[in-house]
DNA sequence: CACAACTAAATTGTGCGCAACTCAATGACG
DNA sequence: CGTCATTGAGTTGCGCACAATTTAGTTGTG
């Protein structure tokens, strides 16, 4: 708790006061709300060539490495519930990348799958990682070490909610 | 850059395949964007007894720590711009919390002002920070070392972008 | 078999984020 | 002084996120 490295909140005695806090989650909370909009600005150029916006992509991502699979799992993949997945992948049915249908088995179910169409893009999706990563001025292992940091406050966040 | 501390990844020759990138991206992109909408519930959590959102939450730390200020400042700060503030701001006047006046040198801009009961509120926000940071699971300096790299991070993608 | 509990999608409503645009006020320049 | 570019807010439109609800299909139990 030295405090010699951080002049900012440096004038107080031992204990954080809550105004000091308040000030530190100002920045905790925006700096990752920045970043987290930052990167949606530079995916949002790099796949407008593509047509498809960030979340789509993310479905498409999913779509290319897992193969057919039903509503439901692409929700618990991506964290996302059926009121955010439903109209996106109506957009992604409409532009042709994919198809849904009822499950045979369980006709709850919906599963959705690539369309030629869809399946052919993955190949204009190859270069956009390696533009990110360069945006971002990362090194590849600082990149897994953020990774697993941010793994590990979701986790954590995900048990307090 | 030798990667004998990070034993993911650590199966390949020399060179990454776009494959490889494809599935890292998926990973980083996706784990941001987890971890941002993870930190949105528990701030939903605790915010809700103050009836704020997460960005009014943000709105309202500005106003708390820099006093009135105009909109376009506001702004900069949270790098948000009228299209999101505009209507936020307007439903933060509705609630009582803010005023909004033209400014009387220049007519285009508009001044946003806390009220009593804005004023009052910042008692009540307190408790937030500590119980957010106790959810993240995170010690304090790693809090700074985040914070810092995603300082870091945003200025890359925004220059980017 | 009938009925309750549960599950998967879809729908509805609210709010954020951003691009594109409008409008009024300001400032610069000839 | 008049004109034109710029600036600050606001509006519109679209898509995402999420809570709450609805609908239809499935499963469990008496």
Redesign the pocket.
Same mark, same amino acid.
């Given at each position: 708790m030295s405090s010699s490295s951080t002049p900012a909140a440096a004038s107080h005695p031992p204990l954080a006061s809550d105004v000091d806090l308040l000030r530190l989650d100002h920045q905790v909370c925006f700096s990752l709300?920045a970043a987290s909009?930052a990167f $949606?600005?530079v995916y %949002?150029d790099a796949l407008k060539d593509l047509g498809l916006?960030y +979340?789509?992509y993310l479905v498409m991502l999913v779509l290319w490495e897992h193969g057919p699979q +039903?509503?439901?799992v692409i $929700?618990e993949r991506l964290?996302?519930?059926? $009121?955010?997945?439903? +109209?996106?992948?109506k957009?992604l049915e409409t532009a042709g990348l994919v198809t %849904?249908e009822r499950s045979a088995e369980?006709? %709850?179910?919906?599963v959705v799958r690539l369309t030629e169409q869809g399946s052919d893009l993955r190949d204009r999706a190859l270069p956009v990682p390696l533009k990110i990563l360069s945006a971002t001025g990362l090194s590849v292992p600082e990149v897994l070490a953020l990774q697993q940091l941010l793994g590990r406050i979701t986790n954590a966040l995900d048990q307090a909610h």
């Open positions: 709300h909009r $949606g600005g %949002r916006t +979340p789509q +039903p509503v439901k $929700g964290r996302l519930d059926s $009121g955010t997945l439903s +109209p996106l992948l957009r %849904r369980d006709e %709850r179910s919906v």
